[in-house]
C-alpha cells in the first residue's frame, strides 16, 4: 500500500507540475498581450485564458483521481479517466489555435492598425495614441507598413514623433516628417512584421504548451 501510495502521489505530483506550467504560460502570455489590447482581436486572449482554466482543471481533477484509486473508489477512477481524456483534447485544441493563431497574427493586426490610424489624436492621450507612440518606439518603426500610412491622417507630411529617433542632447521643439527632412533620424520600418512577430512568437508558446504537455500526461 505505501508503494501504491508513493505512486499515486508522484502521479499526482506530476499533473500539478503540468497544470501549473499551463496556468504560468496562459498568465504570462495573456500579460503581454493585455498591454497591446487596444491593437489585438479577442481571440489573441481566449487562448491563453482557455490555458489557464485547464491547468487549474487539472490541479484539481489530481486530487480525485488519486484519491478515487487510493481508496479504490471505481466512480471516482472512471470519473478520473474519463477527465482525463476530455482534458487531454482540450489540451490538444489549445495547441493546436496557438499555431493557428501564430499564422493569422499579421493579417489581424494589420487590419487593428489600419484602423486605428483615423483614431491617432494629436489634441488628447487617448489610448489609442499612447500605444501607437509605444509601438513606434518599442520596435523603431513607422506606421503600419511604412510611414506613409500616416499620409491619411497628417496630409502636411508630419509624422509622430514617435516615428523618429529624438537625437540625444536635442534641446527645445523636435519635428518629424515624411520627407528628406528627418531622413537621417526617421524609423525606415512599418510596425506590421516587428510587432506581429513578436504577437506570434509568444502564441507560439501557446501552442507549445499545449501540444507538450498533453503528451507529457499520456
Not at 88 to 103: N, T
Request: with cysteine; aromatic share 12%; net charge negative.
Amino acid at each position: 500500500k505505501y508503494i501504491l501510495q508513493s505512486i499515486l502521489n508522484s502521479i499526482k505530483s506530476l499533473y500539478q507540475i503540468t497544470g501549473i506550467i499551463l496556468i504560468a504560460v496562459g498568465a504570462g502570455v495573456g500579460a503581454v498581450y493585455t498591454g497591446y489590447e487596444l491593437f489585438l482581436a479577442g481571440k489573441f486572449f481566449s487562448i491563453p485564458t482557455f490555458l489557464i482554466v485547464i491547468g487549474a482543471f487539472i490541479i484539481v481533477i489530481s486530487f480525485f483521481g488519486c484519491w478515487g484509486a487510493l481508496k479504490e473508489n471505481y466512480c471516482l477512477v472512471l470519473s478520473f479517466s474519463i477527465m482525463l481524456a476530455i482534458i487531454f483534447i482540450l489540451e490538444l485544441a489549445a495547441g493546436i489555435s496557438g499555431y493557428v493563431l501564430r499564422s493569422d497574427a499579421s493579417d489581424l493586426i494589420n487590419k487593428s492598425l489600419l484602423a486605428s490610424i483615423s483614431e491617432y489624436n494629436t489634441d488628447t492621450q487617448s489610448p489609442v495614441t499612447s500605444l501607437w507612440d509605444n509601438v513606434q518606439r518599442d520596435f523603431d518603426c513607422c506606421g503600419v507598413s511604412s510611414f506613409s500610412d500616416w499620409d491619411k491622417k497628417f496630409p502636411t507630411g508630419d509624422l509622430p514623433i514617435s516615428c523618429c529617433t529624438v537625437p540625444v542632447g536635442a534641446v527645445g521643439s523636435f519635428n518629424c516628417w515624411s520627407n528628406v527632412t528627418s531622413v537621417d533620424v526617421r524609423h525606415p520600418d512599418g510596425c506590421l512584421d516587428g510587432f506581429s512577430n513578436y504577437i506570434a512568437a509568444h502564441a507560439v508558446s501557446l501552442g507549445a504548451a499545449g501540444v507538450v504537455i498533453a503528451i507529457l500526461q499520456v
